[in-house]
């Protein structure tokens, strides 16, 4: 029960309501719209501006192996899915058990799911007819039966990290990990992913810091992911750089943001 380990924020929001405008402002701690990245998946991809440069680079130069694993084939990098490009490879591989022995590391572990098409699941399905569609939808059968389909993915979502978590435990890092679970946009549906209302943009947040946070938190600190490259180099103990536009949310002397800024293309 990760929530019940950590503390989840009932008020985080991304910078846009699609993946890859959100991904760059998480990669560089910037507003995809003040260094040119907030179109989604541009096609003629901008080197980025000076000074800015890709989260990893910090973490690379502190000491740290950078990972990106493609959801539970840790074989297989994840995607880089920002509007810019990098002269320099992003991460160093796909699995934390690549580095040295004893290497910090960071890891982004991108899961697919809960993308369209949905996966049904199996295990546990989901009788349409109990669930609560949003009034701004029409309570009808087909509505039912994807906001049904929508919950079973995100079931399956949920098996999926608790293998990765079981995974960092079996490794012998669980009590010395930092763990984020946050979406990279809203809820796909209409009126959520890829619109500027509260559902495009309200993703789940949910940290644990064994040691440092109280289990089983919750909080309605104001929180965006354009703070999530700030207060992961802060809690690694590596000062971000002054021109990164987020601000820390963990840790001493840290305070909630007062408001939340986004924007679509």
Known sequence: NLAGEGIRFTDAFATAPVCSAVRSGLMTGMYQTSIGSHQHRTWKKKPLPEPVRVLTEYFRDAGYFTANCSGLDFDKEGKTDWNFKVDKK????????????????FAQVNFRLTHRPFERDTQNPINPDDVKVPPYYPDY?????????????????????????KRLEDDGLKNNTVVFYFGDHGRPHVRGKQWLYEGGVHIPLIIR????????MVT????????FAQTSLHLAGIEPPSHMQGQVFLGENTKPGEYIFAARD
């Open 220 to 227: 309605d600190d104001l929180v965006s992911t354009v703070d």
């Open 209 to 216: 810091f064994p040691g440092h946070i109280k289990p089983g």
């Open 141 to 165: 059968p087909l509505a039912r039966r994807d906001w049904a389909d929508y919950l079973e993915s995100v079931q399956i979502l949920d098996r999926q990290v608790g293998q990765v978590l």
């Open 90 to 105: 992003p991460f160093d591989g796909s699995d934390w058990r690549q580095r040295k022995p004893g290497q910090p590391f």
